[in-house]
């Protein structure tokens, strides 16, 4: 889990991570990146190459396969290292602490936003890593139809497809619903901002009629934008005394779905059901989805327009899916290249390190640890939070070197 990943982040140079994305894009074509592939991209001779792999196999961020040949494949601890690294490069976070959300399909660990000023408040977030694929795929691929009709399809796109969409959804219905602000989102996690409260599921209401009518509202809101949850329920809505917020979006629909009023109804019903139960309110189901879409009908035009360009994001064809992924990739990759350009603009331009890069731009992609981290501004009580800040100093220095 992420524990293993921040033990031997401080111990990570440039080449493990140019390594461990040499392996990430690999699983693109192979199931098993071979040996070769992996050298064409690092450029490192074979024998330092099966140095560095060792070691990460060691440290459980590679897996690797002997038969019919050898191969290797990332983990998802390896796939955590990259987030948190390119997070930390951003200066998306500064510190990382407990384990504060688990589900099948995602954990969620709290972390600190560094304050955009010297003078300004750190802002406590949390991140949310995708695990689509550490269950069965097949019956992950029953229930995440953007994931397409596509057969061999490896859980790193499955995780970081599924971030990628609840990420853009996020920014789509931010503010106008009520949903944790999303700040950042790298391959298969996402960084946001801390839900209010606590989950219904857990909460006793004082007055549930109001959180009932405030929750209502949002799925009105939502549905007027073009939208459904597609998997809402007390387990994903957060109670506070300012209000309700939902959460888990990578399941959303249009209204376009074939299945969209069945969809909806579903959503709804889960939470007249549990109003029911729990407090004994009775609200007609029919009743309430016909109110739920009148007050959307009085915006149709609008939705209609909008929502023609987000229906493409509500189920994604064989085809739209290969090209959705490879310019996650390339995305990834130049922002690593204009990234390293700026540092060493800024910080070496009277020095020459020509000797030591690669000839070919896209190997400078993954020259990581090169972002100043103001580490030891404040004295975090968690360990994991000092560990944290301490390996991406260390690391940071040892590239200086």
């Known amino acids: 889990m992420i524990d293993e990943a921040l033990r031997v982040f401080k111990d990570l140079d440039s080449k493990d991570f140019r390594i461990l994305t040499g392996i990430e894009t690999g699983m693109k074509h192979f199931e098993w990146v071979p040996m070769e592939e992996l050298n064409k ?14 070691k990460l196999v060691k440290n459980k961020l590679v897996v690797r396969n002997t038969q019919p040949y ?15 690294n390119a997070f ?23 972390a600190i936003l560094p304050p955009e000023l010297a003078i300004g408040e750190p802002v406590p977030v ?72 606590s989950l219904l599921s857990k909460t006793k209401l004082i007055d549930p009629e109001w959180y009932l009518d405030e929750i ?46 069945e969809i909806l109804e579903r959503d709804v019903s889960n939470v007249l059901t549990h109003f029911f139960r729990k407090y004994g309110i009775k609200r007609e189901l029919d009743e309430t989805i016909r109110e739920i879409k009148r007050q959307a009908g009085k915006n149709a035009e609008d939705i209609k327009e909008g929502t023609e360009s987000r229906a493409n994001r509500g189920t994604v064809e064989e085809g739209e899916l290969d090209e959705a992924l490879e310019e996650g990739f390339e995305e990834d990759i130049e922002e ?54 301490k390996a991406a100093s260390e690391k940071e220095t040892s590239d200086k070197e």
């Open 41 to 54: 991209y690092t450029r490192l001779p074979f024998e330092k190459l099966e140095y560095k792999l060792k």
């Open 70 to 84: 050898e191969g290797f494949q990332i983990y998802f601890e390896g796939y955590d290292v990259l987030a948190l």
């Open 88 to 110: 930390v490069k951003r200066k998306s976070i500064s510190a990382i602490g407990d384990e504060v959300g688990v589900g099948k399909e995602s954990v969620i660990y709290e």
């Open 126 to 197: 949390v991140i949310k890593f995708h695990r689509e694929g550490r269950t069965s795929f097949k019956q992950i691929k029953r229930v995440r139809e953007h994931l397409g009709e596509r057969e061999h399809f490896s859980w790193i796109y499955a995780a970081r497809l599924a971030a990628q969409r609840e990420y853009d959804i996020m920014t789509t219905l931010y503010p106008e619903v009520s949903i944790p602000k999303p700040f950042d989102h790298n391959r298969h996690a996402i960084v946001m901002e801390l839900a209010k409260g």
């Open 216 to 261: 209502l509202k949002q799925v009105k809101i939502t549905y007027s934008l073009g939208v459904i949850h597609a998997d809402l329920s007390e387990y994903n809505i957060f109670v506070s005394e300012d209000g309700v917020q939902l959460i888990d979006w990578p399941q959303y629909i249009t209204p376009e779905h074939p299945h969209a009023d």
């Open 336 to 389: 690593d290249i204009f990234q390293e350009e700026d540092f060493e603009a800024e910080k070496f331009e009277a020095e020459n390190f020509e000797a030591e890069k690669f000839e070919a731009e896209k190997f400078e992609a993954e020259k990581f640890g090169t972002e100043e981290i103001e580490a030891g501004k404040t004295e975090a009580e968690d360990r994991k939070v000092q560990d944290f800040k």
